[in-house]
């Protein structure tokens, strides 16, 4: 039956029209066509935009990418430095210039003013990564991509020589800011705290040195003069000194809780970008402030930062010692009495 069965199907095939069988071909041929049509057509348009989208303003941003062409500006760069003059959010001014002397100087005045952790090293790491590895190499010895591709011709320097392992983490922080020689200022792209992370990673990753030894240090090679010594002097050379500026007396009666509220917050919104309550930042800690200085002092340097430092003597040495200038913040008075209030509260 089984033999019989195939003798009679291939009788059948055979006896089928000519035209059926040409309409079997046309169908198996298109059939295959069409299967090789969809299968290059899901194939990548280009390496960067693979596939194809039906909703293309959802998936490509019509917005200027950084390093894209931009016919709106003259240079035709999308990628903007800051307005000349203004600070983002965020970042702290910086008082020194992009020269060796002031790179050298900030080797021994600049210090991070948060104690780092090892967590805060991984953090560093993931910033280098994303900022410094395509030039320095992963290794930091200056084999990154763009050099050992060729793309770039000048070498970056190797962060892990013996001089780079005795830079002061200050001059460090200055090069990431300002730039030095054909490296660009980062101080606009990174924020003050991430730099410290990536220095710290440099430091005891990549350089093998402990956890913030060089910070720690910072303190007393940045002057021959201790803190204590530097305010002691001040104190026995302009005893009772009231500065120069609009205030002449202050009353200091028993403190004012109210008073004390308002100032904080007048503090803490304008103040703490570079004052820390309790120690050293870009500016001094106002904890014990009174026992230093006068009101009448702490109120015409709040009030007249600009007066004081041209023609005030303490003010004078306090900018030689911390570099940055102190800012106007254009309180009134009554604001400066209720923050100088809350100075009283500092323990």
Known sequence: MILYSKKVFIMKLDSLPKKENIMQKFVSYFTALLVVTVLFSSCDK????????????????????????????????????PVEGTVPREMIPFGFEKTIEDRVLAGTMVLNPDELK????????????????????????????????????YPPRSLVTDLMKSTPRGEIYHVITVGFGVMGAHGAQIKPKDRWKIIEYIK????????????????????KESNIDFEARLASLYPNSKGVGPVSSVTMGPIDMEMVAEGEKI?????????????????PAPKGIFDRRTPEWVMNMILNPE?????????????????????????????????????????
């Open 204 to 223: 005891v990753k990549l350089q093998g040195q402990k956890l913030g030894e060089d910070a720690i240090a910072m303190e007393s090679s940045t002057s």
């Open 46 to 81: 280009d390496k960067n935009h693979p596939g194809y989208s039906y909703f293309p303003d959802m998936v490509e941003s019509r917005a200027f990418e950084p390093y894209s062409e931009n016919p709106n500006f003259n240079d035709g760069l999308s990628l903007r430095m």
């Open 307 to 347: 007066g004081m430092v041209e023609k005030d003597p303490i003010a004078k040495e306090l900018l030689q010692r911390y570099i940055s200038p102190m800012a106007n913040q254009n309180l009134t008075q009554d604001e400066a009495r209720k923050v100088i209030e809350y100075f009283r509260t500092i323990k």
């Open 267 to 283: 503090y803490k919104r304008l103040c703490t970008s570079c004052h820390k309550p309790t120690k050293r930042y870009i500016g």
């Open 118 to 153: 090892l967590r805060d090293v991984a953090q560093g790491k993931k910033l280098y990564k994303i900022y410094c590895y395509n030039c320095h190499g992963l290794k930091g010895n200056g084999k990154g991509f763009l050099f050992t591709s060729g793309k770039y011709p």
